[in-house]
């Protein structure tokens, strides 16, 4: 039976996502514009001037954040024939031999931007220098950036913008980062729509892998056993999606198309579409997490990590899950999300029928972890969206995209709460 669309207003607190990705102590790396400044002292001084003369005008035009996201699959690239407004001096907080930056380290940048430094870390900056150049803009990519971002800030306040390469931003969250947000001294954006396709194509796949029992196929393949068995149809079946953001949409899109029923719990009302033609019904509210994991064959945790969603989804949520061990719970949102010891009770009592993890609470996955072992338990290791270019591509929305939305006074894509944490 088809469920009536409905909104539940209730209060739920979803959460933001990490990035993991190995440390790298790397020298600071000067551009190429910046050390023209640098080594021609009446160049750089002329370069200050005109920028300080009109510092009241790119004030009152500071660049304002939007409500609006992108995603690759949709987005049109924006008009920017127009003049710039204000300049883009940035600072990036990255390994300076990270390939996928290419485009911002050594590719070439909008009229009006210029990349200043690259490090990994306060000290690895000229900080004098700098501080001359007044750097406006921050991008950050290094996986232990929440220290040296923090400093960076403190030791530069002409920083209005930060940008993160990730759609997850508890990598570099603290409480600098969100204090100058809630003062409005800096913006922060992040990467939201450069990942949700790949996850959601993973997610059919993994709902498909249940459905036609493909760990019976390949055993019998293995043995030579021409044995037929029954399989289960996608369609009319219910995918409950716990944070139905950027990656949740893609998947129940995908899944739509399947013939299957939407239902999906989100945290902000505000961002529902009334008339979304995807969703079968959204509720809003943490007693709503059970009501989806009792109604939904397959459940899609794609929500964000923040402290107060730490195992949100524990014993009681696999408690409530569809009777008779049918449901099939499914993670591309983060490990610690979910209480993993209740989640490996419930695969192996039987309340789930199995699940896909492409993310666990400890990466890499210890090898004495019992997931390993249970065969009910499609396990990857946290690269379902690690296209060969979803890095770069990345860091291509950011160069091609909203900086010269920034240059240009536009609204930038993709605003988060550091508070919040997404």
Not at 197 to 202: I, Q
Not at 248 to 276: E, F, S, T, V
Request: glycine fraction near 6%; hydrophobic fraction near 35%; include cysteine.
């Amino acid at each position: 039976m088809l469920l009536k669309k409905e909104i539940v207003s209730l209060t739920w607190i979803t959460a933001t996502a990490t990035a993991t990705a190995a440390f790298s102590k790397n020298p600071t790396t000067l551009s190429r514009s910046f050390s023209a400044y640098s080594q021609n002292s009446y160049r750089y001084s002329a370069f200050l001037l005109r920028e300080r003369s009109s510092r009241g005008r790119l004030t009152s035009s500071r660049t304002m954040a939007s409500t609006s996201y992108w995603n690759r699959e949709d987005f049109k690239p924006s008009d920017f024939s127009g003049k710039c407004t204000q300049p883009a001096r940035i600072l990036s907080l990255a390994d300076p031999d990270d390939p996928n930056n290419v485009p911002l380290h050594k590719g070439k940048l909008p009229e009006g931007a210029e990349l200043l430094a690259i490090g990994t870390t306060l000290e690895q900056f000229d900080v004098e220098m700098l501080k001359a150049a007044e750097p406006n803009v921050l991008f950050v990519s290094h996986p232990k950036a929440r220290e040296p971002l923090a400093d960076l800030l403190k030791t530069f306040p002409s920083i209005r913008w930060v940008h993160t390469r990730s759609a997850g931003i508890d990598f570099c969250t603290s409480k600098t980062l969100t204090e100058f947000s809630q003062s409005g001294k800096i913006q922060v954006t992040n990467a939201k729509g450069c990942f949700s396709s790949t996850l959601a194509e993973y997610t059919m796949m993994a709902c498909s892998y249940f459905a036609k029992d493909l760990p019976r196929l390949l055993k019998q393949k293995q043995a030579a056993n021409w044995q037929q068995y029954p399989i289960l149809e996608l369609r009319g079946a219910t995918l409950g999606v716990v944070g139905y953001g950027d990656i949740g949409r893609a998947a129940a899109k995908l899944a739509k198309a399947y013939g299957m029923k939407i239902i999906a719990l989100r945290r902000n009302p505000h961002k529902a579409q009334p008339d979304d033609p995807i969703v079968d019904a959204v509720y809003y509210g943490n007693e709503s997490i059970n009501k989806i994991f009792s109604m939904s064959d397959y459940i899609l945790c794609a929500a964000p990590l923040t402290p107060e969603t730490e195992k949100m989804i524990g014993k009681e949520q696999f408690d409530n899950v569809k009777k008779g061990g049918g449901a099939v719970f499914i993670n591309v949102g983060r490990g610690p999300i979910v209480d993993e010891e209740a989640l490996i009770d419930a695969l192996q009592d039987g309340r789930l029928k199995g699940a896909g993890l492409d993310v666990t609470t400890i990466e890499p996955l210890p090898k004495d972890s019992p997931l390993w072992k249970l065969e009910n338990v499609l396990l990857s290791p946290h690269n379902m969206d690690m296209t060969e270019t979803f890095m770069k591509e990345s860091t291509e929305f950011f160069v091609q995209e909203n900086l010269p939305r920034y240059l240009h006074g536009m609204e930038l894509l993709n605003p988060v709460d550091p508070a919040a944490g997404y």
